[in-house]
């Protein structure tokens, strides 16, 4: 728990990035032409692209209606039931972001739960992501309201934030997309990748998910140059994953299959 939101100053890493004037699929466009792979894509938050399919409608209509005041509305009841097809016979928490999140668990006071060990990442396409009592999911919108997926027992956990219809709309339109997507997203083709990786002991891999042996002792900040020297964008933390794109061009794949052994 502590590590996943240990990201402020870490963050400050993508100041080092050229202004990006668009992101599309699986890629960032940077001022001057260039363009990188994006291997973050948010700590997972855009893991379906940075433009899935009909979200941006979402957000249109939403906004068009006037829909920015966190006030209620369907779109709640109709986010919670699209959760609800990940995590059936699960309550749910919404907060604006993860500092009020944190916040709510801490003032829970629940025996083990602000030490950690009851919470767990739930990230999507990994089976076993998703048993602990309490989850803290990864949703594929990177503008979601937090969430908190609590076992039925932690029912009586305090109630969330309302959150405003025009981020919610999107959100559960994400979350469709992220079910029609499937066990698809789980296994995406990238053969040079996965013989790259079966010669090196430096990564990690959990389907789509890779991250840095802890054992190797080096400066990641270094490491994140190397990556975006190359035109890949790796995550500015190194408790977070590098992400597989569900689409790598067959000279993206060669080249990332390259600095995967280094």
């Known amino acids: ?16 990035l050229p202004p990006v004037l668009r992101a599309r699929d699986y890629h960032l466009y940077l001022d001057g032409g260039r363009r990188l792979t994006d291997l973050w894509l948010m700590g997972g938050r855009a893991i ?18 006037g829909l920015f005041i966190p006030l209620p509305h369907p779109a709640e009841r109709r986010f919670i039931k699209a959760l609800g097809a990940f995590f059936p016979g699960r309550t749910f928490r919404l907060y604006n972001d993860f500092g009020s999140l944190r916040r709510a668990v801490e003032a829970a006071e629940l025996p083990g739960v602000s030490q950690g060990p009851a919470i767990s990442i739930w990230r999507p396409f990994l089976k076993d992501s998703g048993k602990a009592p309490i989850l803290v999911p990864v949703l594929p ?9 609590l076992d039925k027992s932690l029912d009586a956990f305090p109630a969330g934030e309302l959150i405003a219809p025009v981020l919610l709309a999107p959100a559960a339109r994400a979350l469709y997309n992220l079910a029609a997507a499937g066990d698809n997203g789980a296994r995406p083709q990238h053969k040079l990748i996965g013989k790259a990786l079966s010669k090196t002991d430096k ?11 802890p054992e ?19 995550p500015p933390s190194a408790f977070e994953p590098l992400i597989l794109p569900g689409i790598l061009s067959k000279g993206e794949e060669a080249k990332l299959a390259e600095l995967l052994e280094v």
């Open 1 to 16: 728990m502590k590590k996943y939101f240990m990201d402020t100053r870490d963050r400050e890493l993508l100041r080092l």
């Open 141 to 149: 919108w990177p503008q979601a309201p937090a969430v908190l997926v």
């Open 203 to 213: 990564w990690k891999r959990q389907g789509i998910y890779l991250t840095r042996n």
């Open 216 to 234: 190797i002792k080096e400066n990641w900040l270094d490491l994140w140059k190397h990556f975006l020297e190359k035109g890949f964008l790796l």
């Open 48 to 65: 379906l692209g940075h433009k899935p399919p009909r979200v941006v409608n979402e957000i249109k209509n939403a906004a068009e209606r």
